[in-house]
């Protein structure tokens, strides 16, 4: 990698990678590597944060916590939307990066860029939440909302950029200092977040950790942190928010999803079916909102399977520098894990009606955690592909025949992440959605994300929202005053 950035910033290079503790760059004795996902080779040097690395980034934020909490709004406001400009400016830096380490193809390491700075931005420009409940003669009551204080955000490995973007905005601007805890498998566009931030931000108030499977627990255990906000896999959220119930953290959890949609038998099946695919394939279906369970009338059922197959058949799977639609699966771990899927497919003799006879591409586009998408013809609803959640580019397409019966069978699930139906009946549109127990219902679509709109699972899927207005609140302690406007205020 060169030594200077594609704007030319010399100073700011995408060769060496360090933990960011109050306001310095830092190394450490241990250190590891990610791997690149698609030709297998080692992506550079990173730290491995110790216990001691841990307290003195605490401290730091905690000492920094005392002035950025009392900086005005508008000031931080400001450096947040500096910041955002800063990320711009480095689109194409952060999505090499992205590229390498994630394994996505390079024209969606950009849209995720994008995507970063928009969350940053829309997010920094919402008002500082404050309610009036009563003024009247006799009093007035507001609600305002103060910072906790140290706030951790541990993200997945599948967007690593834009969901810890989605974390720091309404983090810092609320008055809150954060540490970024990435993803071991994705530890190189987060760590470079924190080292860019240390031009807009004071030292402490954003920080950047890396480590191994052990820094998490001790951010999480640490009696100096005071909120988590975590996205990631609902078995790991549930290890978190048990480890934050001991010292009462909050705690805000965006896990995974098993999203269904629901096709109408009155759709126009040629606007349709590309739109559905796009949104089953993308980030090769390692997207907590992919659409993970497809629904079609029985009446459609073969001409939709028909040419979702043809569309899916159509796609170029490789190293996300060639121009490809789907990119490998991103680290070794999550890679057996769909293959687990595709040998419990095969064991069940279930129908595979696209992907190869192993499932993996015969013409194997390189060394990398490749898979072919594949496509399950109506497997039973117990079967395991219907029920958990790959995170990877297999999908279920199953019948239904009456709108009691598919609602029930959407609701089916442990997760509530999204879900939605596709018709042109408005009418219809609006009475099965609000029937679907999921944060995020979409008509006529899916995936589709807004940084002011409250962002969040039902069910497993998680616990509070992010995002919008009611993401501030996410990192504040409520405290309302009555002001008392006769008799000295005694009632
Ligand atoms: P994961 O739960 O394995 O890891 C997520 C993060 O948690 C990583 O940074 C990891 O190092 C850390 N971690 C792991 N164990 C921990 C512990 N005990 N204490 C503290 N931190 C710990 O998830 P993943 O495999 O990286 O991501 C895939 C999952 O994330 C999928 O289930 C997907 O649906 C979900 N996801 C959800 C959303 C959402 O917004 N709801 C978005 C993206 C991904």
Redesign the pocket.
């Known amino acids: 990698m060169a030594n200077t950035t594609a704007n030319g910033d010399a100073s700011f290079n995408f060769d060496k990678f360090y933990n960011v503790i109050d306001g310095r760059l830092e190394t450490t004795s241990k250190t590891r590597r990610g791997v690149n996902p698609s030709t297998l080779e080692p992506n550079p040097e990173v730290p491995v944060a110790s216990r001691d690395d841990v307290d003195k980034a605490v401290h730091a934020a905690q000492r920094a916590f005392e002035s950025w909490s009392q900086t005005p709004i508008e000031e931080r406001r400001q450096a947040l939307l500096a910041f955002a400009e800063s990320l711009a400016e480095h689109t194409d830096d952060f999505a090499n990066m992205l590229t390498i380490e994630q394994g996505k193809p390079l024209n969606h390491a950009k849209a995720e860029v994008d995507a970063s700075v928009r969350w940053l931005t829309e997010q920094s420009k919402l008002p500082f939440p404050e309610e009036v409940i009563e003024d009247t003669e006799a009093q007035t009551v507001t609600t305002t909302y103060s910072p906790l204080g140290v706030a951790v955000a541990?993200?997945?490995?599948?967007?690593p950029l834009m969901?810890a973007c989605g974390k720091i905005a309404p983090a810092l601007l609320t008055g809150n200092v954060l540490i970024l805890?990435?993803?071991?498998?994705t530890p190189y566009c987060g760590l470079k977040l924190g080292e860019l931030a240390q031009r807009h931000f004071p030292p402490g108030v954003f920080q950047a950790l890396s480590?191994d499977?052990d820094?998490?627990?001790m951010?999480?255990e640490h009696l100096g942190v005071n909120k988590?906000s975590?996205?990631?896999?609902?078995?790991?959220?549930k290890?978190?928010m048990q480890?934050c119930s001991k010292t009462l953290k909050r705690v805000t959890?965006?896990?995974?999803?098993k999203d269904p949609a629901i096709i109408c038998e009155d759709v126009d099946l040629a606007t349709v079916v590309p739109q559905v695919t796009k949104f089953v394939w993308a980030n090769s279906g390692?997207?907590?909102?992919a659409i993970k369970r497809i629904y079609v009338h029985t009446s459609i059922y073969r001409q939709f399977l028909d040419a979702f197959v043809k569309v899916t058949k159509s796609l170029v799977v490789g190293d996300g520098f060639n121009g490809v639609n789907l990119g490998p699966i991103q680290n070794e771990?999550?890679y057996n894990r769909v293959r687990a899927f595709l040998e419990d497919i095969e064991r069940n003799n279930l129908k595979v009606a696209a992907g190869k006879e192993n499932y993996i591409g015969d013409q194997k586009p390189g060394p990398g955690y490749f898979i072919t998408p594949t496509v399950v013809d109506n497997p039973p609803d117990y079967s395991m592909i219907v029920r958990e959640?790959p995170?990877g580019p297999v999908v279920p397409i199953l019948q239904w025949e009456t709108e009691d019966e598919i609602i029930r069978r959407a609701n089916d699930t442990v997760y509530g992440?999204g879900a939605s139906v596709w018709t042109k009946d408005m009418d219809r549109a609006s009475r099965m959605s609000k029937r679907l127990k999921a944060g995020s219902v979409w008509i006529n679509s899916h995936m589709l994300l807004h940084p002011l709109a409250p962002?969040?699972?039902h069910k497993e899927?998680?616990l509070g929202s992010?995002w919008g207005a009611q993401g501030l609140k996410a990192y504040c302690n409520t405290q309302t005053f009555f002001w008392a406007k006769n008799n000295g205020g005694v009632h």
Do not use: H, R, Y
Request: aromatic share 12%; charged share 10%; hydrophobic share 40%.
């Open positions: 541990i993200v997945p490995w599948n967007f969901l805890k990435p993803s071991p498998f480590g499977d820094l998490g627990p951010l999480t988590i975590f996205t990631g896999s609902s078995a790991t959220g290890k978190i480890s959890l965006e896990l995974g999803g390692q997207l907590c909102v771990m999550q959640e995170f992440l962002f969040g699972g899927s998680g992010e």
